[in-house]
């Protein structure tokens, strides 16, 4: 199976690492991997601020990047969401200003084939067991985008579940955001770092040694607030943990 890698402005730019782990899990799961160079920014930080026109040209080129592989797959559930929740609402908003068919036209290909990772992984390939070695305690949180916008439901803890040597807590408020929100957490920094204190404190009651989610940028708010707080925790993204192995383990 041929698909593209969707890494995302934040992992392309803070977090590498995970861009690596998703190419490592899915090669050793026979999955053939492209990272095609051209790609951009999907147009969710212009289109959550209200620049609606101005995301169309990067939905359009996402598009044209994306559009002839069997799948895009992204470590990134928000990313995601934008392209399978607002792609299609972007279309529609068009036509109802007039200008016809031509988003929607444009945009139609990539929407359905473009999956986060971990319904990637159990949805399309059909495995929850990716031979993963983790020796960690991990509770796991589920950001918003992935449980309420793409509904990934029971996936990460499922593949979590089925990891070697890792120990699953559950974590307290677990369906609460944490408070990142993209421009939220700039123009609603008090509330944020409520909310973010919140979720670490919680995370802490577990007695875990790891948070895991499976999306770096809510990982990047927790972080901060684990380390403003001293927290002996630390956040790691889902693709580490399942790209982690006996021979090769993650840190």
């Not at 890494?7 to 026979?30: E, F, I, Q, S």
Request: proline letters at 5%; charged letters at 25%; one cysteine or more.
């Amino acid at each position: 199976m041929r698909v593209a890698l969707f890494l995302t402005c934040v992992n392309d730019t803070l977090y590498p690492d995970t861009g690596r782990a998703v190419v490592k899990l899915l090669t050793r799961l026979g999955v053939d991997v492209d990272f095609p160079m051209s790609q951009t920014c999907c147009g969710q930080a212009h289109y959550n601020t209200g620049y609606r026109h101005e995301a169309e040209p990067l939905a359009r080129h996402f598009s044209d990047v994306f559009r002839d592989y069997e799948a895009i797959v992204t470590p990134s559930g928000s990313c995601g969401a934008m392209v399978r929740e607002l792609y299609p609402r972007m279309g529609e908003r068009a036509r109802a200003e007039g200008r016809g068919e031509g988003l929607a036209a444009a945009l139609a290909p990539v929407v359905p084939k473009t999956y986060e990772l971990t319904e990637f992984l159990v949805d399309v390939l059909g495995v929850t067991d990716v031979g993963a070695y983790y020796p960690h305690t991990v509770t796991y949180h589920p950001t918003c985008h992935g449980l309420r916008g793409l509904g990934l439901g029971d996936r990460p803890r499922r593949l979590l579940e089925a990891v070697k040597g890792l120990e699953l807590k559950e974590l307290p408020g677990a369906d609460e955001c944490c408070g990142f929100g993209g421009t939220f957490a700039l123009k609603n920094s008090d509330v944020s770092a409520a909310m973010g204190a919140d979720k670490v404190r919680n995370a802490e009651s577990t007695g875990a040694e790891v948070l895991c989610a499976a999306d770096n940028s809510c990982l990047m708010h927790i972080g901060g607030t684990m380390g403003r707080l001293e927290s002996g925790m630390r956040p790691v993204h889902i693709a580490e943990i399942l790209a982690s192995t006996e021979e090769e383990p993650a840190v």
